[in-house]
């Protein structure tokens, strides 16, 4: 086991060396980035890097140049974890037959990918890394929709939101299913450690990355990644709505460790209504209206609900 | 440390046993793969013997041929020895990571034991699978009986690794026919075996930790073309020539042959077939009967190196002959068949006066009779004799009701 990194204040941790350049193409006001770098700082040890095809992945390696200063590769969409697995693989096969160049160093294997990649297409191929126990970690920075290739619906789009295949129109509110789960769906894979984290949150959030570090075997991240683009806000807003975002508790952040003992992190002192998260973002400005604003109570009616069940989980320890 | 394992000078292994023995024989760092009929003894005999101890490498069975043959490209790019197999539906969902593999220049050695694509859903062979491949930028090469299966192997490791080549590489059987016909094997020694192709070499290793590595960048227009031109690059001019290499040092160590194009009886022969896999050994049978009993100068020429495509040594087998037939065990589509276009490719600026026909034979494992082959030859030999195709341009052959012809 190698050392947990120190960090002792958000100074220090924002001027740590960065493996990830802030030389990239990401929007500005981009909550990725942010993501990326908490993680990546969140430990000294060597790292080695994967990316589903996607904003991560488009912006951070443009030949001839690439913001990676740790090894990173990218296959396609569907398979940053299977990447990052083959990888690890690799790993243990050399340092069996004594062929690691660095063999006292032990890197980390992280695989990103968006929600696109994560929820959708990369399903299968993340269920089965986590099911052979690779000593791994995923993280899904998770924006609820396909940004990268211009704002259409994936299966982690909220209710009510209008996206481009999912449009607000005179008939539609946009949006008709409920977000997945993927929280539970991974933590019933019975991985050693599931977390929700927001960069905003960034104490909580390290304090979750250093601990799936620590655990043994396939971790998963569920990231909030507020998307300046998409959910049509201010690119200087990124933090505010990310606040707003766990405040509201429509982001609750929380732990599930082994499948089986659910723990929340952060209770907000002041939660605030639903309402003020879902008007500060364009892509719910329809909800604002006559014909749709009843959803803007059954959200609220759903926010509450699984807060609750966050509690009684937590309260069970179960 | 894994065992080794004493094999006797001739095993009766069929073409799957003799795919395992080969990987187990080099040494691979991973094996990833997920079964499918007719490749699964494949991985079920490299699991067996890593449950024995005589494999120290990792062996992942994954949730899908996709996800097989991308941790397959983790583990290359992460920088050691790795292998796989699959077939036909299972190459078919393999084919998006197949691309990206050569792409990122990631040396991966994958058994084909060839079969039919559905629908309708078939499991027997048939060469649908190889050709999806052949614009896949591997290098493919086809093994006609357990004996090449075992052999090309230890070539595929040795030229896919080789720093000058960089390329992924398929060793081709036929499905039943090969992978499940036991035949006498002549082996190797594990440690010559695992001499011949020598200690993986890293590059550009993603688990060298003083030298990061950025891998699957993202090109345009700027870039895209040239990229793709030095891989080309790279198949057209490395390959072959480490392929002969190969071939001649393998020579040297076991006595047998193999060459890039497998001329038989092509000195003096008046007609030839061209075929793959095991109608290859067939028709060579037939040639002799051919010329034997009916008096006609007949040779086969069996396609080893199916990409990079041999175009001159093809020419060169090809030129001199009145009539050729070219054989696809494929659905061709909508036009001819694939070896016929690159025949007729790979002699159109020659002298030839070679009369070429086509015939789709085998489709789903249907079985090509000597009697098929003797009528092919009999063909042939009207049209060399006419100096003019006397036959439809592609005909089915083994096809029951109506005969089928076109063009």
Known sequence: MSEIKKIKNLKEFSTSADRFEGANLLCPGCAHSIIVREVLNATNDDLILAASTGCLEVCTAVYPYTSWDASWIHIGFENGSSAVAGAEAMYKALKNKGRLKQPDRTPKFVAFGGDGATYDIGFQWISGCFERGHNMMYVCLDNEVYANTGGQRSSSTPI??????????????????????????????????????????????????????????????????????????????????????????????????????????????????????????????????????????????????????????????? | MADTMELRDIEVWDGNMAASQALRQVQVDVVAAYPITPSTPIVENYGNFTANGYVDGEFVMTESEHGAMSCCIGAAAAGGRVATATSSQGFALMVETLYSASGMRLPIVLNVVNRAIGAPLNVNGDHSDMYMGRDSGWIQLDAYCPQNAYDLNFIAFKVSEDHDVRLPAMVHQDGFMTSHTAQGVATLPDDVAYNFVGEYKPMNDMLDLDHPVTHGVQTEEDWHFEHKARQQHALMTA?????????????????????????????????????????????????????????????????????????????????????????????????????????????????????????????????????????????????????????PLQQYIGLRGPKLSFF
């Open chain 1, 160 to 318: 009510g939101s209008s996206t481009t295949t999912a449009p607000a129109g005179r008939v539609s509110y946009g949006e008709k299913m409920m977000k997945k789960d993927m929280m539970a769906i991974m933590a019933a894979h019975g991985a050693p450690y599931v977390a929700q984290v927001a960069p905003n949150k960034w104490k909580d959030m390290v304090a979750k990355i250093q601990k799936g570090f620590a655990a043994e075997g396939p971790v998963y991240i569920n990231a909030m990644s507020a998307c300046t683009t998409e959910w049509k806000f201010a690119p200087e807003d990124t933090i505010a709505i990310s606040d707003l975002a766990v405040d509201s508790l429509v982001f609750p952040l929380y732990e599930i460790i082994n499948g089986e003992k659910l723990n929340i992190t952060y209770r907000p002192k002041n939660i605030i209504p639903v309402r003020d998260y879902l008007g500060a973002q364009g892509r719910f400005k329809h909800l604002f209206t006559k014909q749709y604003e009843y959803l803007i109570d059954e959200w609220q009616k759903n926010v509450d609900k699984k807060w609750d069940y966050l509690q009684r989980r937590e309260e069970a320890s179960v």
């Open chain 2, 239 to 391: 390959v072959i020539p480490k392929i002969e290499a190969a071939f001649d040092e393998f020579e040297k160590l076991t006595g047998r042959r193999y060459n890039l194009v497998e001329a038989y009886n092509m000195e003096d022969a008046e007609v030839a077939v061209v075929c793959m896999g095991t109608s290859v050994e067939t028709a060579r049978e037939v040639a002799e009967e051919m010329r034997a009993q009916h008096g006609i100068k007949a040779g086969v020429v069996g396609i080893r190196v199916f990409r990079p495509w041999p175009l001159e040594q093809i020419a060169a087998a090809l030129k001199d002959v009145k009539a050729i037939g070219a054989l696809d065990r494929s659905s061709p589509h909508g036009t001819v068949g694939a070896l016929f276009n690159e025949i007729s490719g790979s002699l159109f600026n020659t002298d030839t006066k070679a009369v070429l026909t086509n015939y789709i034979y085998g489709l789903g494992g249907r079985d090509l009779t000597k009697a098929h082959l003797v009528s092919i030859f009999t063909d042939l030999k009207a049209n060399a004799d006419a100096g003019k195709p006397t036959t």
